[in-house]
């Protein structure tokens, strides 16, 4: 009886050695992952600024240009077609009484920082709609609220793209090349993606 007891007293020993053991080590890792994103929120603070005032809710500033992710949003992220997620964030203009749609990079004066933009949708890792089409004619890319033209030759392109003929008509940005950084890629426009809405006022 009592060489039983004794070794139910050496397991009980043992069980809550190993458990603080365990304690320690869990510590030890909460220390590291605090350390990792100490080192990581820079990184973070260099994509993106953060939300200001002037900005509406569920918008985000970068380079004093405000815009909707909608990566961000709901469980999982909003996606759509081209059409349908550009309707998405004209509604939202109107309930905002602002002019929103789909964003652009480095168009006009106020927002001419698309390097920051494409940082950001690098960072969701996801292929994004953005609000240009060669839809009326061809090869020639035009951003859909500016009018302004995107050059196919621009360096914001993917490698050997656009090339999807009248098959992809409608431009996303997506995760491309060794550097895992977005690019531009022509898609066909009834493919669901996630997208950016610009406000443009």
Not at 3 to 10: I, M, N, Q, S
Not at 26 to 40: A, F, G, T, Y
Not at 120 to 132: E, F, P
Not at 169 to 183: E, H, K, S
């Amino acid at each position: 009886m009592h060489g039983r007891f004794d070794d139910l007293a050496d397991n009980y020993a043992n069980i809550q050695a190993n458990l603080s053991k365990f304690r320690l080590d869990l510590e030890s890792i909460n220390m590291s992952v605090d350390h990792i994103n100490q080192k990581l929120e820079p990184h973070e603070v260099n994509v993106t600024e953060p939300i200001n005032s002037s900005c509406p809710n569920g918008f985000m500033n970068i380079s004093r240009c405000c815009y909707y992710f909608s990566h961000d949003h709901n469980t999982g992220g909003i996606r759509f077609n081209w059409k349908k997620a550009q309707n998405y964030c004209k509604d939202m203009g109107k309930m905002l009484r602002m002019t929103v749609n789909l964003a652009e990079v480095g168009t006009g004066s106020t927002c001419p920082n698309g390097q920051k933009l494409m940082g950001a949708i690098t960072s969701r890792g996801k292929y994004t709609w953005l609000g240009a089409t060669d839809i009326t004619t061809e090869r020639t890319w035009v951003w859909e609220q500016t009018r302004e033209t995107l050059e196919v030759s621009s360096s914001l392109w993917a490698e050997n793209y656009p090339d999807g003929h009248q098959a992809a008509n409608c431009l996303a940005a997506g995760m491309w090349g060794y550097y895992r950084r977005a690019y531009l890629d022509d898609k066909p426009c009834t493919d669901t993606n996630f997208f950016v809405c610009q406000i443009f006022d």
